[in-house]
């Protein structure tokens, strides 16, 4: 097949969308908070603009599903803590666990709402490894790998963001074992932030000082991901 006729990899793809979007001046941050519907326990809209709730929960990855088993799985905390650790599934488990209600918003502009998770607040991890003062931002990184590049999939908020109280690594969601296909056995969930900001198949968390930009954040993708500010894109 000519070059001109392959099919892109969807990294590429996603990047030629998300830069063509952003050059137009659509999904840039917007002024000021927007949505529909009653207030959420946050005070913001229930729906953010432009999204649609579904029923269902499509599935988006970079083509590949890992299966990760539980016997196996890692989870590496590092950069600047006091005290990086590496949990195994059985030591994760033993954390306090939380349960929680919350929604979740794709910037693919579907949103599904009132899912129930359980699992372990991100802040419950700092707790245990206790963030240096420069501390600022989050990496996480997945075991899911590129099959265009080899690039393991990460991607960054600020430490900020990520220790608010609904932040988890969820291991149930509606009373199930985490399915594979949606990050299982363990995930990050970010239901202010649009949903790719809470790594699938999370296997690193490193804090750093500067932000690193993810997968989707080097291809356009915006470093806030605030969806009542329809924050989808990086101007420019």
């Given at each position: 097949?000519?070059?001109?006729?392959?099919?892109?990899?969807?990294?590429?793809?996603?990047?030629?969308?998300?830069?063509?979007?952003?050059?137009?001046?659509?999904?840039?941050?917007?002024?000021?908070?927007?949505?529909?519907?009653?207030?959420?326990?946050?005070?913001?809209?229930?729906?953010?603009?432009?999204?649609?709730?579904?029923?269902?929960?499509?599935?988006?990855?970079?083509?590949?599903?890992?299966?990760?088993?539980?016997?196996?799985?890692?989870?590496?905390?590092?950069?600047?803590?006091?005290?990086?650790?590496?949990?195994?599934?059985?030591?994760?488990?033993?954390?306090?666990?939380?349960?929680?209600?919350?929604?979740?918003?794709?910037?693919?502009?579907?949103?599904?709402?009132?899912?129930?998770?359980?699992?372990?607040?991100?802040?419950?991890?700092?707790?245990?490894?206790?963030?240096?003062?420069?501390?600022?931002?989050?990496?996480?990184?997945?075991?899911?790998?590129?099959?265009?590049?080899g690039e393991?999939?990460?991607?960054n908020l600020?430490?900020?963001?990520?220790?608010?109280?609904?932040?988890?690594?969820?291991?149930?969601?509606?009373?199930?074992?985490?399915?594979?296909?949606?990050?299982?056995?363990?995930?990050?969930?970010?239901?202010?932030?649009?949903?790719?900001?809470?790594?699938?198949?999370?296997?690193?968390?490193?804090?750093?000082?500067?932000?690193?930009?993810?997968?989707?954040?080097?291809?356009?993708?915006?470093?806030?991901?605030?969806?009542?500010?329809?924050?989808?894109?990086?101007?420019?």
């Amino acid at each position: 097949m000519s070059d001109d006729k392959r099919v892109r990899p969807l990294p590429e793809r996603k990047e030629s969308f998300a830069r063509k979007q952003a050059g137009l001046g659509r999904g840039i941050f917007a002024g000021e908070p927007r949505g529909s519907g009653p207030p959420n326990r946050h005070g913001m809209p229930k729906l953010p603009p432009g999204q649609r709730q579904v029923s269902n929960w499509p599935v988006l990855d970079l083509g590949v599903v890992p299966r990760v088993d539980r016997a196996e799985w890692r989870l590496e905390i590092d950069g600047l803590v006091e005290h990086p650790t590496a949990l195994g599934w059985d030591e994760f488990l033993s954390l306090p666990q939380t349960d929680d209600v919350s929604d979740f918003h794709c910037v693919t502009t579907w949103s599904r709402m009132d899912l129930a998770w359980r699992g372990v607040r991100f802040r419950d991890l700092m707790a245990r490894v206790v963030p240096r003062p420069e501390a600022a931002h989050v990496l996480t990184t997945g075991y899911d790998v590129d099959p265009s590049s080899g690039e393991a999939y990460t991607t960054n908020l600020s430490l900020e963001d990520a220790m608010e109280p609904d932040v988890l690594l969820v291991h149930t969601v509606d009373g199930a074992p985490l399915p594979a296909e949606h990050g299982g056995p363990c995930r990050m969930i970010t239901p202010r932030l649009y949903a790719w900001k809470g790594a699938k198949w999370i296997r690193r968390i490193t804090l750093t000082e500067e932000s690193h930009a993810g997968c989707w954040e080097r291809r356009g993708y915006s470093h806030t991901a605030y969806p009542w500010y329809e924050d989808r894109y990086n101007r420019g």
